[in-house]
């Protein structure tokens, strides 16, 4: 059992989506654990004030029905805070997600948290650095051998093969196909192979940093053309140029 000071608290939200800037909570979960072992629970709905988006309901089941009567976050902020008083923080990816935006959410609702003297658990960082995420890990994990000579490029690459052969005959369900493979852990759409643009749930081409992240890149190009000559001179990739570019080419069209 954990031997603590004071109580940690245990965070998980689901939210509109995974932009810190702009989706909000629908959902909050906190399991505090305190010094003695005692859990205290607090589960509640919160209505984002915008509309949930179906790829996310897909994930977690949240409709925007079930959230139509639900406190804002700022109903609820003050609420929370107390919950949260003088507590440890935890979670899973929380120390990259699930604090971040509830951060945000506190800003919005103007309160301004301080977790300067706060310690934060994150138990999938625990996970990564107890079970690293190397190939020499995996090859032991998956083949039960050491990988001599690793970051030889041959080596390297046949004890990939050999991982993901282990993999097939150790998970059933990706079958043994390109197509059961990709389409049991996903496939990336990738537009440039830098990720400086992503699509959004609508198949939209978003910017995916900056000021305009989340953004249409068509519309910003559209009414920012210059932004178009500064990405250009800029120190980006040269796929990510021509990708721009094809972009650009694209919203000019449409224009004339």
Known sequence: MLQLNRPVAFIDLETTGVNLSSDRIVEIAIVKILPGG??????????PEMPIPQSSTDIHGITDDM?????????AAN?????????????????????PLLMEEFLRAGM????TDRRMIDVQHIFYTMEPRTLSAAYKFYCQKELKDAHSAEVDIQATIDVLYAQ???????????DS??????????IDYARRFSYDDKGVEVFNFGK????????????????YDWMMK?????????????????????NN
């Open 38 to 47: 005692e859990r205290q629970v607090k589960r509640k709905l919160l209505n």
């Open 181 to 190: 493979i990709l389409s049991t852990i996903g496939e990336d759409k990738v």
């Open 234 to 254: 800029g120190d980006f990739p040269l796929h990510t140029k021509k990708k721009l570019t094809e972009i650009f080419n694209r919203t000019l069209l449409k």
């Open 67 to 75: 959230v139509k009567d639900a406190p804002t976050f700022k109903h």
């Open 212 to 227: 305009y992240k989340g953004r249409s890149v068509s519309q910003v190009l559209k009414t920012e053309p210059q932004y």
């Open 112 to 115: 301004d948290i301080d977790l």
């Open 79 to 99: 609420e929370i805070k107390q919950f949260l008083d003088n507590c440890d923080l935890g979670g899973y990816n929380s120390n990259r997600f699930d604090i």
């Open 168 to 178: 097939l005959e150790r998970y059933e369900k990706l079958g043994n196909t390109v």
